[in-house]
């Protein structure tokens, strides 16, 4: 649409400059060439609009001087409050530390292999994989000049998870946080997506890209509301609600450490807003 209306614009121009500028076969002349610039000036603005918030990423994947490799780790978050306090569930890789609901987005096997591998997408190697994590969007892409590849093939939203349901049912369903027959499934609402620019990993040692899209989930009905009300009244070692505050400080008054990466629960900006 933005597109369709730089071109009126341009072509109202022309019509306005052709009608009162230069002889017949000029103007012609003049027309056709300075048609054939505007749509390449048309094309590169909306390029530019449509990337802007994508385009230091691109230079960072073109810079001859650095390492090709990236570590690409593409995920979702919950966003789970009530009465000022947000829920946050065990860690299973780190001890005594608790991070908000979701994980890594999965591709689809084989569906999206070909592809993936296409683009020298492979299988993160920077931790131990099991079955868990198999066909995870945690992956190693040997090439970072496919990085803007890669994100248009994620933005599509084909062979690959959409739907964060997995991990809610996977952290609080499976493990009786909340009880099954309440939960058979759940609405849920895309508030945020959140990335951080490549940066080098101090774990892993290695150039790192991380997205995570945030949700926050939408109750069915006054049974799932209840459900979550009735986790407040319980003390459990497998989760804890926290205040802003306490995300922020990285631990809780009980000394429970909060991971790092919690903090984008709160990111409220869409990409293509």
Request: hydrophobic fraction near 40%; include cysteine; aromatic fraction near 16%.
């Amino acid at each position: 649409m933005r597109k369709r209306l730089l071109e009126v614009v341009f072509a109202v121009n022309l019509f306005v400059w052709g009608a009162y500028f230069g002889g017949a076969m000029e103007q012609e002349l003049y027309g056709i060439g300075i048609g054939i610039l505007g749509v390449l000036v048309i094309d590169i603005l909306d390029y530019l609009v449509t990337e802007r918030k994508f385009l230091r990423l691109y230079w960072d994947c073109y810079k001859p001087w650095v390492n090709p490799e990236i570590r690409l780790s593409i995920s979702y978050l919950y966003r789970i409050e009530l009465n000022g306090k947000y829920l946050l569930v065990k860690s299973n890789r780190v001890a005594n530390t608790y991070q908000p609901v979701g994980g890594v987005y999965k591709y689809y096997y084989p569906e999206a292999k070909g592809e993936l591998d296409c683009m020298g997408a492979v299988t993160d190697t920077h931790i131990d994989n099991d079955e868990d994590s198999e066909y995870d969007l945690r992956l190693n892409l040997q090439n970072r000049k496919k990085f803007r590849k890669f994100l248009k093939w994620f933005q599509k939203g084909e062979k690959r998870e959409i739907d964060p349901w997995r991990e809610f049912y996977e952290e609080l369903v499976i493990t009786d946080i909340l009880p099954a027959d309440t939960f058979p499934y759940i609405h849920y609402e895309l508030v945020g997506q959140h990335f951080e620019p490549i940066h080098r990993d101090k774990f892993f040692k290695v150039d790192t890209f991380k997205y995570a899209d945030i949700y926050i989930p939408k109750f069915l009905n006054d049974k799932q509301t209840a459900a979550f009300k009735g986790l407040m009244a319980v003390n459990s070692s497998e989760y804890i609600w926290v205040t802003e505050q306490e995300i922020a400080q990285g631990k809780t008054a009980t000394h429970h450490l909060i991971a790092g990466h919690t903090y984008k629960i709160f990111h409220n900006q869409k990409l293509h807003e």
